[in-house]
Protein backbone atom coordinates (compact mmCIF):
# COMPACT_ATOMS: atom_id res chain seq x y z
CA UNK A 1 0.00 0.00 0.00
CA UNK A 2 1.22 3.49 -0.55
CA UNK A 3 1.33 6.21 2.16
CA UNK A 4 -1.20 8.19 2.86
CA UNK A 5 -0.92 11.98 1.23
CA UNK A 6 -1.26 14.55 3.74
CA UNK A 7 -1.60 18.15 2.35
CA UNK A 8 0.91 20.70 3.59
CA UNK A 9 0.53 24.64 3.34
CA UNK A 10 3.46 26.15 1.36
CA UNK A 11 3.74 29.02 3.35
CA UNK A 12 2.89 27.86 6.72
CA UNK A 13 3.92 24.18 7.00
CA UNK A 14 0.35 23.53 8.46
CA UNK A 15 -0.98 19.78 7.36
CA UNK A 16 -4.19 18.47 6.71
CA UNK A 17 -6.27 15.73 5.83
CA UNK A 18 -8.60 15.54 4.11
CA UNK A 19 -7.92 18.21 1.42
CA UNK A 20 -8.57 21.62 1.89
CA UNK A 21 -8.92 24.49 -0.65
CA UNK A 22 -7.18 27.48 1.55
CA UNK A 23 -4.92 26.99 4.61
CA UNK A 24 -7.34 27.40 8.12
CA UNK A 25 -4.11 28.79 9.24
CA UNK A 26 -2.74 31.59 6.96
CA UNK A 27 -4.93 31.70 3.88
CA UNK A 28 -2.83 30.33 1.52
CA UNK A 29 -4.21 28.60 -0.93
CA UNK A 30 -0.73 26.26 -2.31
CA UNK A 31 -0.63 22.99 -0.96
CA UNK A 32 2.38 20.20 -1.41
CA UNK A 33 1.41 16.64 -0.97
CA UNK A 34 3.43 14.83 1.61
CA UNK A 35 3.40 11.25 3.08
CA UNK A 36 1.55 11.30 5.91
CA UNK A 37 3.80 10.87 9.25
CA UNK A 38 3.38 8.37 12.15
CA UNK A 39 0.46 8.35 14.65
CA UNK A 40 -0.56 7.61 17.91
CA UNK A 41 -4.13 5.06 17.83
CA UNK A 42 -6.25 7.22 20.83
CA UNK A 43 -9.64 5.44 20.47
CA UNK A 44 -10.76 2.43 18.85
CA UNK A 45 -14.60 1.49 18.12
CA UNK A 46 -15.70 -2.21 16.66
CA UNK A 47 -18.08 -1.50 14.45
CA UNK A 48 -20.63 -4.40 14.98
CA UNK A 49 -23.16 -3.71 12.82
CA UNK A 50 -24.46 -2.04 9.29
CA UNK A 51 -27.42 -0.77 8.42
CA UNK A 52 -28.81 -2.43 5.54
CA UNK A 53 -25.90 -5.13 5.37
CA UNK A 54 -27.09 -8.95 7.18
CA UNK A 55 -23.72 -10.63 6.43
CA UNK A 56 -21.47 -7.77 8.24
CA UNK A 57 -18.47 -9.04 10.03
CA UNK A 58 -17.21 -6.30 12.76
CA UNK A 59 -14.03 -4.78 12.20
CA UNK A 60 -12.26 -1.59 13.57
CA UNK A 61 -11.78 1.88 13.29
CA UNK A 62 -9.41 4.06 15.15
CA UNK A 63 -8.67 7.99 15.85
CA UNK A 64 -5.19 7.90 15.54
CA UNK A 65 -3.34 11.49 15.86
CA UNK A 66 0.25 12.56 14.34
CA UNK A 67 2.76 14.96 16.17
CA UNK A 68 1.77 17.78 13.41
CA UNK A 69 -1.61 17.97 14.81
CA UNK A 70 -3.77 16.08 12.26
CA UNK A 71 -6.49 13.68 13.94
CA UNK A 72 -7.91 11.09 11.33
CA UNK A 73 -10.24 8.45 11.26
CA UNK A 74 -8.37 5.27 10.08
CA UNK A 75 -9.09 1.77 9.73
CA UNK A 76 -6.83 -0.91 11.56
CA UNK A 77 -6.14 -4.83 11.98
CA UNK A 78 -7.90 -6.42 14.58
CA UNK A 79 -4.49 -6.72 16.85
CA UNK A 80 -4.19 -3.12 17.15
CA UNK A 81 -3.91 -1.34 20.63
CA UNK A 82 -4.34 2.06 21.87
CA UNK A 83 -0.90 3.63 22.20
CA UNK A 84 0.39 1.91 19.32
CA UNK A 85 2.55 4.68 16.70
CA UNK A 86 1.42 3.55 13.13
CA UNK A 87 2.10 4.45 9.61
CA UNK A 88 -0.61 5.46 7.91
CA UNK A 89 -1.20 4.37 4.50
CA UNK A 90 -4.17 5.09 1.43
CA UNK A 91 -6.78 2.18 0.74
CA UNK A 92 -7.84 3.54 -2.59
CA UNK A 93 -7.77 7.21 -0.70
CA UNK A 94 -9.64 5.76 2.42
CA UNK A 95 -7.01 5.50 5.59
CA UNK A 96 -5.72 2.56 7.07
CA UNK A 97 -3.09 2.56 9.47
CA UNK A 98 -0.30 -0.32 10.18
CA UNK A 99 2.99 -1.17 12.30
CA UNK B 1 -32.33 41.09 17.55
CA UNK B 2 -35.65 40.23 19.37
CA UNK B 3 -37.99 38.60 17.66
CA UNK B 4 -41.57 38.71 17.63
CA UNK B 5 -43.36 36.09 15.56
CA UNK B 6 -44.98 33.21 17.64
CA UNK B 7 -45.61 29.57 16.70
CA UNK B 8 -49.92 29.39 16.30
CA UNK B 9 -49.86 25.83 14.92
CA UNK B 10 -47.99 22.63 15.82
CA UNK B 11 -48.51 19.11 14.31
CA UNK B 12 -47.66 16.15 13.17
CA UNK B 13 -47.86 12.71 11.20
CA UNK B 14 -47.68 9.05 12.75
CA UNK B 15 -44.02 8.15 13.56
CA UNK B 16 -43.25 4.46 12.11
CA UNK B 17 -40.18 2.31 11.74
CA UNK B 18 -42.22 0.16 9.11
CA UNK B 19 -44.27 2.51 7.01
CA UNK B 20 -46.70 1.36 4.77
CA UNK B 21 -46.90 1.74 1.08
CA UNK B 22 -48.99 4.94 1.65
CA UNK B 23 -46.84 6.27 4.33
CA UNK B 24 -44.74 7.80 1.74
CA UNK B 25 -42.71 11.25 2.93
CA UNK B 26 -45.40 13.55 0.81
CA UNK B 27 -48.60 11.66 2.61
CA UNK B 28 -46.77 12.18 6.13
CA UNK B 29 -45.94 15.37 5.33
CA UNK B 30 -49.52 16.08 4.32
CA UNK B 31 -51.07 14.90 7.13
CA UNK B 32 -48.30 17.15 9.72
CA UNK B 33 -49.40 20.30 7.77
CA UNK B 34 -53.07 19.08 8.33
CA UNK B 35 -52.99 18.60 11.65
CA UNK B 36 -50.58 22.31 11.96
CA UNK B 37 -53.35 23.68 10.24
CA UNK B 38 -55.63 23.12 12.41
CA UNK B 39 -54.04 23.68 15.51
CA UNK B 40 -53.17 27.65 14.09
CA UNK B 41 -57.06 27.67 12.85
CA UNK B 42 -55.53 28.54 9.78
CA UNK B 43 -56.49 27.93 6.21
CA UNK B 44 -53.99 26.44 3.37
CA UNK B 45 -54.66 30.18 1.69
CA UNK B 46 -53.34 32.01 4.61
CA UNK B 47 -49.65 30.61 4.43
CA UNK B 48 -47.79 32.88 2.68
CA UNK B 49 -44.14 31.17 3.85
CA UNK B 50 -42.79 28.15 3.56
CA UNK B 51 -39.95 26.57 4.73
CA UNK B 52 -38.70 22.68 4.34
CA UNK B 53 -36.44 20.19 4.57
CA UNK B 54 -36.13 16.73 3.66
CA UNK B 55 -33.92 14.29 2.90
CA UNK B 56 -36.59 12.25 0.61
CA UNK B 57 -38.65 14.61 -1.12
CA UNK B 58 -35.56 14.20 -3.63
CA UNK B 59 -35.99 14.68 -6.92
CA UNK B 60 -39.13 17.45 -5.58
CA UNK B 61 -38.27 20.77 -4.13
CA UNK B 62 -39.69 22.92 -2.22
CA UNK B 63 -41.56 24.97 -4.96
CA UNK B 64 -42.86 21.36 -6.00
CA UNK B 65 -44.16 20.48 -2.47
CA UNK B 66 -45.99 24.22 -2.61
CA UNK B 67 -47.47 23.12 -5.65
CA UNK B 68 -48.90 20.00 -4.46
CA UNK B 69 -50.05 21.43 -1.32
CA UNK B 70 -51.75 24.18 -3.26
CA UNK B 71 -49.61 27.17 -1.36
CA UNK B 72 -49.72 30.18 -3.16
CA UNK B 73 -46.52 31.73 -1.62
CA UNK B 74 -44.07 35.21 -1.10
CA UNK B 75 -41.50 33.36 0.52
CA UNK B 76 -39.83 30.18 0.16
CA UNK B 77 -36.86 28.40 1.65
CA UNK B 78 -35.17 24.48 1.19
CA UNK B 79 -32.73 24.26 3.90
CA UNK B 80 -30.33 20.84 3.55
CA UNK B 81 -28.39 21.06 6.59
CA UNK B 82 -29.47 17.91 8.52
CA UNK B 83 -30.08 18.21 12.43
CA UNK B 84 -29.63 21.55 12.29
CA UNK B 85 -32.01 22.55 9.75
CA UNK B 86 -34.90 23.06 11.83
CA UNK B 87 -33.45 25.62 13.86
CA UNK B 88 -31.93 27.28 10.92
CA UNK B 89 -35.75 27.11 9.59
CA UNK B 90 -36.66 28.34 12.59
CA UNK B 91 -34.23 31.91 12.64
CA UNK B 92 -35.08 32.26 8.80
CA UNK B 93 -38.57 32.23 9.39
CA UNK B 94 -38.42 34.64 12.34
CA UNK B 95 -36.29 37.09 10.63
CA UNK B 96 -38.93 36.39 7.57
CA UNK B 97 -41.65 37.56 9.97
CA UNK B 98 -39.96 40.15 11.70
CA UNK B 99 -38.95 42.44 7.90
CA UNK B 100 -42.84 41.49 6.88
CA UNK B 101 -41.75 39.37 4.55
CA UNK B 102 -44.35 36.67 4.99
CA UNK B 103 -47.06 36.77 7.69
CA UNK B 104 -47.78 32.74 8.39
CA UNK B 105 -45.06 30.31 7.51
CA UNK B 106 -45.54 27.03 7.67
CA UNK B 107 -42.13 25.25 8.75
CA UNK B 108 -42.40 21.54 7.42
CA UNK B 109 -39.88 18.24 8.00
CA UNK B 110 -39.91 14.79 7.01
CA UNK B 111 -38.66 11.88 5.63
CA UNK B 112 -39.28 8.29 4.74
CA UNK B 113 -35.97 7.18 3.57
CA UNK B 114 -36.74 3.49 4.55
CA UNK B 115 -33.36 2.05 6.39
CA UNK B 116 -31.40 1.03 3.07
CA UNK B 117 -32.30 4.35 1.62
CA UNK B 118 -31.05 6.21 5.30
CA UNK B 119 -27.80 3.81 5.16
CA UNK B 120 -27.35 5.05 1.49
CA UNK B 121 -27.51 9.15 2.84
CA UNK B 122 -25.55 7.67 6.01
CA UNK B 123 -22.36 6.70 3.43
CA UNK B 124 -22.81 9.28 1.10
CA UNK B 125 -23.58 11.91 3.30
CA UNK B 126 -20.65 14.43 1.68
CA UNK B 127 -17.20 13.98 -0.19
CA UNK B 128 -15.04 13.28 3.00
CA UNK B 129 -18.07 10.26 4.30
CA UNK B 130 -18.21 8.96 0.70
CA UNK B 131 -14.30 9.05 0.11
CA UNK B 132 -12.58 8.52 3.56
CA UNK B 133 -14.80 7.05 5.61
CA UNK B 134 -17.15 4.36 4.05
CA UNK B 135 -14.44 2.61 2.65
CA UNK B 136 -13.05 1.55 6.38
CA UNK B 137 -16.81 0.32 7.29
CA UNK B 138 -16.72 3.21 9.46
CA UNK B 139 -21.22 2.21 9.82
CA UNK B 140 -21.81 5.87 9.33
CA UNK B 141 -22.71 8.46 12.30
CA UNK B 142 -22.94 5.64 14.60
CA UNK B 143 -18.78 5.02 13.92
CA UNK B 144 -18.30 8.40 13.94
CA UNK B 145 -19.79 9.45 17.59
CA UNK B 146 -18.77 6.10 19.15
CA UNK B 147 -15.05 7.74 18.56
CA UNK B 148 -16.46 11.06 20.26
CA UNK B 149 -18.18 9.16 22.94
CA UNK B 150 -15.02 8.10 23.71
CA UNK B 151 -13.27 10.83 24.07
CA UNK B 152 -16.09 12.00 25.83
CA UNK B 153 -15.42 9.07 28.79
CA UNK B 154 -11.95 9.96 29.05
CA UNK B 155 -12.13 13.57 30.10
CA UNK B 156 -15.20 13.53 31.91
CA UNK B 157 -14.14 9.92 33.38
CA UNK B 158 -17.80 8.42 32.69
CA UNK B 159 -18.05 4.67 32.45
CA UNK B 160 -20.41 3.39 29.90
CA UNK B 161 -23.23 2.75 32.26
CA UNK B 162 -23.18 6.26 33.99
CA UNK B 163 -25.37 7.22 30.42
CA UNK B 164 -27.71 4.91 31.33
CA UNK B 165 -29.77 7.60 33.22
CA UNK B 166 -30.24 9.89 30.96
CA UNK B 167 -31.93 6.97 28.07
CA UNK B 168 -34.02 5.86 30.79
CA UNK B 169 -34.79 9.58 31.81
CA UNK B 170 -35.91 9.94 28.05
CA UNK B 171 -37.83 6.67 27.80
CA UNK B 172 -39.74 7.69 30.98
CA UNK B 173 -40.77 10.91 28.39
CA UNK B 174 -41.53 8.62 25.50
CA UNK B 175 -44.20 6.33 27.01
CA UNK B 176 -46.49 9.41 27.84
CA UNK B 177 -45.75 10.68 23.66
CA UNK B 178 -48.60 8.57 21.73
CA UNK B 179 -46.64 8.87 18.81
CA UNK B 180 -43.13 7.75 20.17
CA UNK B 181 -42.09 4.35 18.40
CA UNK B 182 -40.58 3.29 21.94
CA UNK B 183 -42.48 3.49 24.57
CA UNK B 184 -41.31 0.56 26.84
CA UNK B 185 -39.92 1.86 29.88
CA UNK B 186 -36.06 0.69 30.17
CA UNK B 187 -33.75 -0.70 33.58
CA UNK B 188 -30.62 0.01 34.16
CA UNK B 189 -30.17 -3.93 33.27
CA UNK B 190 -31.21 -3.79 30.39
CA UNK B 191 -29.41 -0.81 29.16
CA UNK B 192 -25.78 -2.68 30.34
CA UNK B 193 -27.12 -5.76 28.59
CA UNK B 194 -27.47 -4.04 25.30
CA UNK B 195 -26.22 -5.61 22.21
CA UNK B 196 -22.99 -3.39 21.04
CA UNK B 197 -23.35 -1.24 17.54
CA UNK B 198 -20.23 0.29 17.59
CA UNK B 199 -17.98 0.54 20.89
CA UNK B 200 -19.24 1.91 22.85
CA UNK B 201 -22.51 2.56 22.00
CA UNK B 202 -25.15 0.25 21.97
CA UNK B 203 -28.53 -0.47 20.27
CA UNK B 204 -30.06 2.55 23.06
CA UNK B 205 -27.43 5.07 22.24
CA UNK B 206 -28.32 5.06 18.23
CA UNK B 207 -31.38 6.72 17.28
CA UNK B 208 -34.05 4.33 15.57
CA UNK B 209 -34.65 5.64 11.99
CA UNK B 210 -38.61 6.29 11.31
CA UNK B 211 -40.71 7.48 8.68
CA UNK B 212 -42.62 10.87 9.97
CA UNK B 213 -43.36 14.30 9.46
CA UNK B 214 -43.76 17.29 11.96
CA UNK B 215 -44.82 20.95 11.36
CA UNK B 216 -44.86 24.06 13.11
CA UNK B 217 -46.36 27.22 11.62
CA UNK B 218 -45.25 30.87 12.73
CA UNK B 219 -46.79 33.59 12.63
CA UNK B 220 -47.13 37.42 12.95
CA UNK B 221 -50.27 37.50 15.13
CA UNK B 222 -51.27 35.64 17.92
CA UNK B 223 -53.60 32.11 17.80
CA UNK B 224 -56.30 33.19 19.54
CA UNK B 225 -57.40 30.06 20.86
CA UNK B 226 -54.52 29.52 22.86
CA UNK B 227 -54.12 31.21 26.60
CA UNK B 228 -50.30 31.33 26.19
CA UNK B 229 -48.13 32.54 22.91
CA UNK B 230 -44.40 31.21 22.35
CA UNK B 231 -41.95 33.40 21.10
CA UNK B 232 -38.27 33.07 20.17
CA UNK B 233 -36.30 35.55 22.72
CA UNK B 234 -32.91 34.45 21.76
CA UNK B 235 -31.39 32.94 18.75
CA UNK B 236 -28.01 32.06 17.98
CA UNK B 237 -25.84 29.62 15.45
CA UNK B 238 -22.41 28.52 14.96
CA UNK B 239 -20.93 26.76 11.87
CA UNK B 240 -17.33 25.16 11.43
CA UNK B 241 -16.82 26.51 14.76
CA UNK B 242 -13.14 24.53 15.20
CA UNK B 243 -12.38 23.09 11.43
CA UNK B 244 -12.89 19.79 12.41
CA UNK B 245 -9.90 19.98 14.70
CA UNK B 246 -11.10 19.98 17.87
CA UNK B 247 -12.25 16.64 19.40
CA UNK B 248 -15.79 17.21 19.20
CA UNK B 249 -16.76 16.85 23.11
CA UNK B 250 -17.43 20.68 22.56
CA UNK B 251 -19.61 22.18 20.45
CA UNK B 252 -19.80 25.64 18.61
CA UNK B 253 -21.99 26.50 22.08
CA UNK B 254 -19.50 28.01 23.61
CA UNK B 255 -19.09 30.55 20.84
CA UNK B 256 -22.41 32.13 21.85
CA UNK B 257 -23.54 31.22 25.08
CA UNK B 258 -23.44 34.48 27.02
CA UNK B 259 -24.79 35.86 24.55
CA UNK B 260 -27.62 33.51 24.18
CA UNK B 261 -28.40 34.22 27.60
CA UNK B 262 -28.13 37.95 28.02
CA UNK B 263 -29.85 38.73 24.84
CA UNK B 264 -33.46 37.16 26.65
CA UNK B 265 -32.44 38.61 30.05
CA UNK B 266 -32.02 34.99 31.57
CA UNK B 267 -29.55 33.17 33.14
CA UNK B 268 -29.33 28.93 32.78
CA UNK B 269 -30.96 28.32 36.17
CA UNK B 270 -34.47 30.48 34.83
CA UNK B 271 -34.69 27.41 31.80
CA UNK B 272 -37.86 25.40 32.70
CA UNK B 273 -37.85 22.77 29.91
CA UNK B 274 -34.93 21.79 27.23
CA UNK B 275 -35.25 20.05 23.83
CA UNK B 276 -31.37 19.17 23.13
CA UNK B 277 -30.98 17.75 19.83
CA UNK B 278 -30.42 13.65 20.95
CA UNK B 279 -28.24 11.60 17.32
CA UNK B 280 -25.96 10.46 20.88
CA UNK B 281 -26.11 10.98 24.36
CA UNK B 282 -22.91 12.04 24.18
CA UNK B 283 -24.22 15.33 21.97
CA UNK B 284 -26.78 15.84 24.54
CA UNK B 285 -24.30 16.00 27.19
CA UNK B 286 -21.96 17.96 25.03
CA UNK B 287 -24.43 20.68 24.48
CA UNK B 288 -26.18 21.01 28.31
CA UNK B 289 -22.27 21.07 29.68
CA UNK B 290 -21.53 24.08 26.44
CA UNK B 291 -24.87 25.61 27.75
CA UNK B 292 -23.87 25.67 31.49
CA UNK B 293 -26.68 23.53 32.60
CA UNK B 294 -24.04 21.25 34.19
CA UNK B 295 -22.35 22.08 37.30
CA UNK B 296 -18.84 22.58 37.04
CA UNK B 297 -18.82 20.25 33.88
CA UNK B 298 -19.41 17.21 35.98
CA UNK B 299 -21.01 14.99 34.24
CA UNK B 300 -20.36 12.29 36.50
CA UNK B 301 -22.17 13.75 39.08
CA UNK B 302 -25.15 15.25 36.84
CA UNK B 303 -26.07 12.04 35.17
CA UNK B 304 -26.16 10.41 38.40
CA UNK B 305 -28.44 12.83 39.88
CA UNK B 306 -30.76 11.92 36.92
CA UNK B 307 -31.86 9.21 39.29
CA UNK B 308 -33.41 11.08 41.42
CA UNK B 309 -35.78 13.83 39.80
CA UNK B 310 -37.74 14.19 36.86
CA UNK B 311 -35.20 15.69 34.67
CA UNK B 312 -37.04 17.77 31.71
CA UNK B 313 -35.13 17.35 28.99
CA UNK B 314 -36.27 16.12 25.80
CA UNK B 315 -40.20 15.38 27.17
CA UNK B 316 -41.35 14.01 24.08
CA UNK B 317 -39.14 11.02 24.57
CA UNK B 318 -36.61 12.66 21.79
CA UNK B 319 -35.12 11.14 19.13
CA UNK B 320 -33.56 8.30 21.08
CA UNK B 321 -36.85 7.22 21.94
CA UNK B 322 -39.92 8.60 19.51
CA UNK B 323 -37.76 8.14 16.93
CA UNK B 324 -36.03 9.52 13.61
CA UNK B 325 -37.54 10.94 10.84
CA UNK B 326 -34.52 12.00 9.15
CA UNK B 327 -32.51 14.20 11.72
CA UNK B 328 -34.70 17.13 10.24
CA UNK B 329 -38.29 17.00 11.65
CA UNK B 330 -36.19 14.97 14.84
CA UNK B 331 -34.96 18.71 15.11
CA UNK B 332 -38.04 20.19 14.59
CA UNK B 333 -40.33 17.78 16.99
CA UNK B 334 -37.90 19.36 19.66
CA UNK B 335 -38.68 23.10 18.82
CA UNK B 336 -42.52 22.10 18.73
CA UNK B 337 -42.26 19.84 22.31
CA UNK B 338 -40.60 22.59 24.18
CA UNK B 339 -43.60 25.22 22.26
CA UNK B 340 -46.36 22.76 23.77
CA UNK B 341 -44.60 22.60 27.52
CA UNK B 342 -44.56 26.59 27.30
CA UNK B 343 -48.26 26.73 26.40
CA UNK B 344 -49.26 24.55 28.78
CA UNK B 345 -50.76 21.47 25.77
CA UNK B 346 -47.95 18.76 26.52
CA UNK B 347 -51.08 16.48 28.15
CA UNK B 348 -49.41 14.06 30.76
CA UNK B 349 -46.18 15.45 30.20
CA UNK B 350 -47.22 18.85 31.33
CA UNK B 351 -44.21 20.41 33.63
CA UNK B 352 -45.50 22.56 35.99
CA UNK B 353 -45.04 26.14 35.62
CA UNK B 354 -42.81 26.47 32.15
CA UNK B 355 -42.19 29.63 30.84
CA UNK B 356 -38.94 29.62 29.58
CA UNK B 357 -37.03 26.35 27.44
CA UNK B 358 -34.25 26.11 24.99
CA UNK B 359 -34.27 24.35 21.99
CA UNK B 360 -30.81 23.72 19.94
CA UNK B 361 -29.95 21.96 16.88
CA UNK B 362 -27.19 19.89 15.83
CA UNK B 363 -25.59 18.24 12.86
CA UNK B 364 -23.82 17.53 9.73
CA UNK B 365 -21.07 15.28 10.38
CA UNK B 366 -18.22 16.70 8.20
CA UNK B 367 -15.56 14.22 8.96
CA UNK B 368 -14.73 13.47 12.96
CA UNK B 369 -18.01 15.55 13.96
CA UNK B 370 -20.78 17.57 14.02
CA UNK B 371 -20.23 21.28 12.04
CA UNK B 372 -23.68 23.09 12.72
CA UNK B 373 -25.09 23.90 15.78
CA UNK B 374 -27.86 26.48 17.12
CA UNK B 375 -29.77 27.03 20.17
CA UNK B 376 -32.96 29.48 20.68
CA UNK B 377 -34.55 30.54 24.25
CA UNK B 378 -38.41 30.56 23.80
CA UNK B 379 -40.59 31.85 25.76
CA UNK B 380 -44.29 31.35 26.79
CA UNK B 381 -46.73 34.27 28.22
ZN1 LIG C 1 -0.83 28.12 5.92
Known amino acids: MEKLQFFECNKCSKQTFPKKFFCSNCGNIDFDLIDAPEGKIKEISVIRHMLGNKDWQPRKIANIQTDTGVSLTVGIEDNIQIGDILNIYSKDGAPFAKK | MI ?9 QSIYTRHPGEDQTVHNLMRDATSNALRDANLDLKDIDGLAIASFSISPDSAIDIAWRFGLSLNWLLQDPNGGSSAMNMLG ?3 RAIQTGAAKNILILAGDATGLE ?22 GGPNGVYSLVTSR ?9 SDYANLLISQRNWASKNPYAVYKDTLTHEEYNAAPMVADPLCRYDCVPVVAGAYSIILSAEDNKKLEKQVKVRSFFQSFNYDNQE ?3 TRTGIINFVDKLYDQAKLSPSDIDVYSIYDDYPAIVLAQLN ?8 NMKEYLRNMNNEIIPINTWGGMLSAGQPGGMAGGLNGIGEVAL ?12 NAKYGIVTGYGMTLYRHGGTVSAAILEGE
Do not use: W
Request: positive net charge; charged residues 25%; aromatic residues 6%.
Open chain 2, 3 to 11: FDSRIVGIG
Open chain 2, 92 to 94: HAS
Open chain 2, 117 to 138: GYAKIANSYNSATRDHLSPLGH
Open chain 2, 152 to 160: QMKEYNLSK
Open chain 2, 246 to 248: GDG
Open chain 2, 290 to 297: DLKVIKDS
Open chain 2, 341 to 352: QLQDRAGNRQLN
